[in-house]
């Protein structure tokens, strides 16, 4: 079911709500997607559960009459569901780097999850900051989640999870484009209904606009599997002539086939034949050089650039072996007698290794690529910013990247 809000000032809302929730559990019995799609109970709910798999949120009528800049910023983060809500929210209002984005692609955002406070993420985000948002779902979830979120207290009310974009400009033109799961999404603990879904729309800024997309690329994927669901976007695409377009997201380019635990064992094996060092110092750190290549590839052949859009070589994910939430959250996947050699490839690294899986890439954009002043802002090169905590704790398991640009 689909809320439209109209108010007085201009400023049109829609909102996602649904009756699901005492279905969840009888839901949860199937074991695969085909066995689910077969059942008596999902077939009486089809309507209704395709209603809110293809639905969305949005805000838009703000940002009419700010005034032109030197320079805009894009900043793109997966923030982990939201689960660190009110840290994240202070960053973005304080940090004198994210203060000053004008977009934000945030993948991973609850609505209605008990991981997250049964928040409504990308609403809250945009309310608080004063801007437009666009939210899709991907997912309606089962469970509460995977790895430490299962143990987090309360039950989902409407269990949705997906990708949303907020702007602080108008928008318009708003497209999801669904991508073909990696897999079955009804196997294993955590057990959800839907697919991934990239979602684009125009930003209209004062002295032009701007085609936005955000993306969140499978992780239980094989690289050629991502590379697909990226053709799909590409191909997807609604694109006005003339207008620059700026892509970005989690690509989760970990280097890995990790369609199954088996085939992400046999990879880990291999690269511990090419050097645990080597590996850590030129492959987890720059993927497009050649576990996904294939990928990059892609994005050049259809006028893309990422090269002159990313700080290339620097890492969004960290891994530590003393991470109890990272080790938790693996342990779902892997079997246990895995992190003793996990333990002993990183053992003289620190037990530590960062892989870049956030990126940009670019079209027709006139990309910072020196910075310059601009009042109290500057304008800079694309970068990550790292080390984002609060008492020690990262406000998320990726760091987000930032990308200046001019009109």
């Not at 999902?42 to 009419?64: N, P, W």
């Not at 894009?74 to 984005?101: D, P, Y």
């Amino acid at each position: 079911m689909v809320v439209k809000i109209d108010s007085p000032s201009g400023i049109e809302e829609k909102l996602i709500k649904h009756n699901l929730k005492v279905h969840f559990k009888e839901l949860a019995q199937n074991s695969s997607t085909p066995e689910l799609y077969t059942s008596s109970l999902y077939q009486q709910l089809k309507t209704d559960i395709e209603a809110v798999l293809r639905g969305c949120e949005y805000r838009k009528g703000l940002g009419y009459d700010l005034p032109e800049k030197p320079f805009y910023r894009a900043v793109a983060w997966n923030v982990e569901r939201g689960i660190c809500f009110e840290a994240i929210l202070e960053e973005l209002k304080t940090n004198a780097i994210l203060s000053r984005a004008d977009i934000l692609l945030l993948t991973e955002t609850d609505l209605g999850m008990a991981r997250s406070n049964n928040r409504n993420v990308a609403r809250e985000l945009a309310h608080e900051l004063g801007m437009n948002y666009y939210f899709v779902p991907a997912y309606i979830n089962l469970c509460k989640g995977s790895g430490i979120e299962s143990d987090f207290e309360g039950e989902n009310d409407l269990s949705l999870h997906g990708n949303a974009i907020l702007s602080r400009y108008p928008i318009r033109d708003l497209q999801p484009i669904p991508l073909r799961n990696a897999k079955d999404k009804m196997k294993g603990k955590e057990k959800r209904i839907g697919n991934q879904q990239a979602l684009a729309l125009t930003v209209d800024f004062p002295q032009g606009s701007v085609r936005a997309v955000c993306i969140h690329l499978d992780a239980l994927s094989a690289q050629v599997q991502r590379q697909r669901q990226m053709e799909v976007i590409l191909k997807e695409l609604k694109v006005e002539k003339g207008i620059p377009v700026i892509l970005g997201g989690d690509l989760n380019t970990s280097t890995y086939n990790s369609r199954h635990a088996f085939y992400a064992i046999c990879g880990f094996w291999y690269r511990v034949f090419m050097g645990a060092g080597n590996v850590i110092a030129n492959h987890y750190p720059y993927p497009e050089r050649y576990f996904e290549s294939g990928l990059f590839n892609l994005i050049k052949s259809y006028g893309f650039d990422y090269e002159r859009s990313n700080q290339l070589g620097a890492g969004t994910v960290h891994y530590s072996t003393s991470d109890f939430k990272k080790y938790k959250n693996l342990s779902d996947w892997v079997p246990q007698w895995c992190f003793a050699f996990i333990e002993w490839a990183l053992r003289s690294h620190g037990g530590k290794c960062s892989l870049k899986l956030d990126w940009f890439a670019t079209k027709e954009v006139n990309v910072v690529t020196r910075p310059f002043q601009d009042g109290e802002h500057t304008a800079t090169q694309p970068f990550v910013i790292g080390g984002l905590n609060e008492d020690g704790k990262e406000l998320s398991d990726h760091d987000p990247i930032v990308l200046d640009f001019t009109l």
